[in-house]
């Protein structure tokens, strides 16, 4: 067994490793969970029914699912970079497009089971659980339907993998465990909050209402979030749609998370120059 | 690493899992996207378990007769319970409003009942009929006839069929001609509603004004028999007096039974009748007859004739004979049979059973009325039972017994400017529509100020006041227009049970609970009351979501605007445990400040019919509505508070024109959606092009009806019912 994919393999099956043995990432799922159902619990929206639990969930969503995103990926590439280990594995015939590939897919499985599994169970929750509050009328389930929540799930994945492969690639710019956190955190601001400022300050700036659907779309909670309105809440009124550019949307999102592993390729490729850039603008600050 | 190793080969088995697991995740992804979730349109239900909106089917002309009003199921998106609407125009008039969408979702599916088979016609009086009950056919596959000589209570009904011949069989019988589900609901429909009961309110109270003056003309009648001088007992000298005369009975106790089979005018100021403990102590059965001055004691106990009732169960005549006979065959102060034109003025009674006794349409005008009834409720009976018979009642007071005013079948009635006091209920009305009580006070009632059971229509209950009472306005029913009421230190200000109706201008204050949303579904309008000094200004039982507010006009919440935002800017919801506790405890609004709650709130109101169990008030009033009457109902010294609902009103109804009101955003008028000026000839009168605009642009299937809504603005601007 040999080629690109032999590459991609190995790494992942390291990286793959690496998680497991990573307590952390089982503390932050079951905290997710909790965090998760107690959203529900508390908002009362999954007694009834998916349309509802998604209403509940769709503003906090999408703030820790980029949270445990980033957290997923902040050390994915600056970890193995930092311990020598990233210079003896290209030692051996593993491009860095696989290993970056590689690494980031294991990531990204890593994500399905630390956001998705508690989605999925907070789903099924609701599925087992969702009644009407009162049995002496005839109900019946309107449009509300698991398939609903299904969609709700891919896209927090989509939006989940979106962000591990930007923090990924913040990681791969990061020159210390300190400058990662930094850096993550700055990318989780700027994707929680930054897209939808910008488009508020062009709103702002006299662009036009009517691109509102096309540049929502650009960032990936606008995307999201357009997404979510658009295909699960949307259903539950009369048809007329138009939140988001649902093609736009998705590219937006798929496109995010392409973007975060050539950033990353290219940096751990080219990148010596970049930390030394780096260090030099550290050491300019007396860091 | 036992369980895990990913370096080494998976085994053939775990290989075809996870890839079977894989395809699983991929295929369900898209199948979650490819499938429609509305595709699957739901099968009508028995009608017996759908939420009943519309028309009432518990009036007294469909309870009495044999009449039906076609019936519609309807399956909205997002509401879980089956909708049905009596009369197909009650859900076609729904279609043309974006109220219903934004509470309900759009409809995605929707049933008529069709009469091809059921033998339709019309009863005498005009209303529609059928041998049986009619089968369930997709609204948009049925054929109906409009503008045939059928009808509903409420007016115009249209007949469904599934078949183009029997729709037209029934035209060629009755009139009208047969059209389809398109043309039906393109239709402007003259649909009465709460408005229209609150615009009636004050002609009722002028309607009462001349029964009472017709009354007092009645009563005024030469004398011709005078008691110990013409006659030596009251019985006798009614006996000699000729028709339309006076009978003096001079002051004294006169210890006799009497039955009045003339009509006069007893007139007895300072004069008591004290009957013997058995049976009723004056009994009238001749029309216009007048009690003028009386005191009236020692009737007999019985309150209700266990014998009767049970002989009205064997013949099983007629629906409420039981109680007919139950409640209206016991023993009274004065008991009135078939005696129309009955005028009671200046009169006390002292009652073992009740008060006044009044059956088979002894239609009664009743002014300054005393009576005082058992201490204990089990005890005694009604101050006033009225059974089919329609009573004004003003100026009166009640205490003790069992209901201050029971009447049954009685539509029509009013009863204002009366005290009720240690009644079980103050004032108690089943199947009775179309009345209006008004301007009364209610003190220490055990169960309730204000009861409405079953479910009539159209009645007024309007600027009570209710206080120390386990609650005080408790009224289901229909098209119900409760405003003005003043409702101070009950356990329950009042409830939302009646349907389709209108509550607004209440005060709750003080209350263990200011209001209580009853109705599964909601379809009630529940705008500008005030909430203050209540322990829980309300709760909701179960069903969906209820949006109190009427366009951007809600209701006023006292700690409501505590806080840090701009007042009446942020939703309020009574039922949430943080913003429930804001009028009582300033460290809440921290609590309700915070991300996770605002996060949770921001969407709460998008889906309400997916909701459950709460009330939302998007757009909370920064000051009370009724300041005044909210100043009095705290004064501890202050009487009971009256409501200048009269004037206002017919101020609001007064001037300008049709747009202009609708257009104007008065503050002082219920905006929106609600015409305060709404007649019964309003809505048929209004352009087509004004209530239905955009109609023509919207999608044309019957499981597509209604005005589009964004979920994110119907957070924020919705509506509601309630």
Do not use: C, K
């Not at chain 1, 992942?12 to 998760?36: D, I, N, Q």
């Not at chain 1, 280990?85 to 897919?105: C, D, F, N």
């Not at chain 2, 007092?216 to 000729?242: C, L, Y």
């Not at chain 2, 169990?613 to 757009?619: E, K, L, R, T």
């Amino acid at each position: 067994m040999t080629g690109p994919l032999t590459g991609v393999a190995t790494v992942f099956r390291r990286e793959l490793a690496t998680v497991v043995r990573t307590p952390g990432y089982g503390v932050l799922a079951v905290g997710l969970l909790a965090a998760v159902s107690g959203l529900l619990a508390a908002g009362g929206g999954g007694a009834t029914g998916f349309v509802p639990a998604v209403v509940d969930l769709l503003l906090p969503t999408e703030a820790l699912v980029p949270l445990a995103a980033v957290v997923l990926g902040y050390r994915a590439l600056l970890a193995d970079g930092a311990s020598g280990e990233l210079a003896v594995i290209r030692t051996y015939p593993v491009r860095v497009g696989e290993y970056v590939a590689g690494v980031l897919l294991a990531r990204t499985v890593a994500l399905v089971a630390v956001v998705g599994v508690p989605y999925a169970v907070v789903g099924v929750g609701v599925w087992l659980t969702a009644a009407p509050d009162t049995g002496i009328f005839a109900t019946h389930a309107g449009v509300d339907s698991p398939l609903l929540f299904l969609r709700f799930l891919a896209f927090v994945l989509l939006l989940g993998a979106a962000y591990v492969s930007l923090a990924a690639a913040v990681s791969a710019l990061a020159a210390s465990r300190r400058s990662a956190i930094a850096l993550g955190a700055l990318a989780l601001v700027a994707g929680v909050l930054g897209g939808d400022l910008l488009l508020l300050r062009s709103l702002g700036g006299g662009a036009s209402p009517a691109t509102i659907p096309g540049a929502l779309a650009l960032t990936p909670n606008g995307a999201f979030r357009g997404l979510v309105f658009e295909h699960v809440i949307g259903v539950a009124f009369a048809p007329e749609g138009g939140f988001v550019a649902t093609g736009r949307a998705v590219g937006s999102l798929v496109g995010w998370t392409l973007f975060g592993p050539v950033v990353a390729g290219a940096t751990l490729a080219y990148g010596r120059r970049v930390d030394a850039a780096l260090e030099r603008v550290r050491s300019g600050f007396g860091v | 690493m036992a369980l895990f190793d990913p370096y080494g080969d998976p085994s053939r088995a775990l290989r075809i899992a996870l890839g079977a697991l894989l395809l699983v995740a991929v295929v369900a992804t898209a199948g979650a996207f490819a499938a429609d979730p509305e595709s699957a349109a739901p099968s009508p239900v028995a009608y017996d378990d759908v939420v009943e909106l519309g028309l009432s089917s518990e009036t007294d002309a469909l309870m009495a007769g044999s009449a039906r009003v076609p019936r519609t199921q309807v399956f909205y998106s997002q509401l879980q319970y089956v909708v049905g609407y009596n009369g197909v125009e009650s859900f076609a008039a729904t279609l043309g409003d974006g109220r219903t969408e934004r509470q309900f979702g759009y409809p995605i599916a929707a049933y008529v009942e069709t009469f091809d088979d059921a033998r339709p016609g019309t009863t005498e009086t005009g209303l529609f009929e059928s041998t049986f009950a009619g089968e369930w056919t997709p609204a948009a596959e049925a054929v109906y006839v409009v503008g045939s000589d059928a009808r509903s209570p409420a007016g115009e009904t249209v007949v469904p069929f599934r078949t183009r011949e029997a729709a037209e069989a029934f035209a060629a019988d009755h009139g009208g001609r047969a059209v389809d589900w398109e043309a039906v609901r393109s239709r402007s429909y003259d649909t009465d509603s709460a408005a229209t009961v609150r615009s009636m309110a004050p002609e009722r109270w002028d309607a009462a004004d001349e029964r009472i003056a017709a009354a007092e003309r009645r009563a005024d009648r030469p004398v011709s028999v005078v008691v110990g001088e013409d006659a030596p007992t009251v019985e006798a000298a009614v006996a000699a007096a000729p028709a339309n005369t006076t009978v003096v009975v001079p002051p004294g106790t006169y210890e006799e039974t009497l039955t009045v089979n003339e009509s006069v005018t007893i007139a007895g100021e300072g004069a008591r009748i004290s009957g013997d403990g058995e049976g009723s102590v004056i009994t009238v059965r001749a029309p216009d007859v007048a009690l003028t001055g009386l005191s009236v004691d020692g009737s007999g106990g019985q309150t209700r004739d266990p014998e009767a009732a049970r002989e009205g169960r064997e013949d099983g005549e007629v629906w409420d004979t039981n109680i007919q006979l139950g409640y209206g065959h016991g023993d009274a102060g004065i008991r009135a049979i078939d005696a129309p034109g009955l005028v009671v003025d200046d009169v006390t009674v002292e009652a073992n059973a009740s008060g006044l006794l009044l059956r088979e349409g002894s239609h009664a005008a009743i002014r300054d009325l005393r009576v005082d009834g058992a201490d204990e409720w089990q005890d005694g009976f009604m101050g006033i039972a009225g059974m089919q018979s329609r009573v004004t009642v003003t100026d009166s007071r009640f205490e003790g017994g069992r209901d201050g005013i029971y009447l049954h079948r009685a539509d029509g009635s009013v009863v204002r400017n009366s005290t009720f006091a240690d009644n079980r209920y103050g004032t108690h009305l089943m199947y009775t529509g179309d009345a209006l009580l008004a301007d009364n006070a209610f003190r220490n009632e055990l169960f309730a100020g204000i009861t409405v059971m079953t479910r009539p229509s159209g009645n007024a209950i309007v600027g009570n006041d209710v206080r120390n009472s386990s609650a005080g306005v408790q009224a289901s029913g229909t098209r119900a227009y409760i405003g003005y009421n003043t409702l101070v230190g009950n356990e329950l200000g009042f409830s939302t049970s009646s349907r389709g109706s209108l509550y607004e201008r209440n005060v709750a204050a003080d209350n263990e609970l200011g209001a209580r949303a009853t109705t599964v579904v909601p379809s009630s309008r529940v705008v500008a009351n005030d909430f203050v000094g209540n322990g829980e200004h309300a709760t909701a039982g179960a069903g969906a979501l209820r949006v109190w507010a009427d366009g951007d006009r809600g209701n006023y919440w006292e700690g409501a605007n505590v806080g840090t935002h701009q007042p009446g800017e942020r939703a309020y919801r009574p039922t949430s445990p943080v913003d429930g506790a804001l009028h009582r405890h300033v460290a809440a609004v921290a609590v309700r400040e915070s991300p996770a709650v605002a996060l949770l709130d921001r969407l709460r109101g998008t889906v309400p019919g997916a909701r459950s169990g709460s009330i939302i008030d998007p757009a909370p009033a920064t000051a009370p509505y009724s300041p005044d009457r909210l100043d009095a109902a705290l004064d501890p010294g202050a009487g009971p508070v009256h409501a200048d609902w009269r004037a206002e009103l017919d101020e609001r109804s007064g001037g300008g024109d049709e747009d202009a009101a609708m257009n104007a955003r008065d503050r002082n008028a219920t905006g929106g959606g609600i015409d305060p000026r709404a007649t019964r000839a309003g809505p048929a009168t209004r352009p087509i092009s004004a209530t239905r605009a955009g109609q023509a642009t919207r999608p044309t299937s019957a499981t597509r009806a209604g005005p589009a809504t964004r979920p994110t603005s119907a957070a924020t601007e919705g509506p509601g019912d309630a």
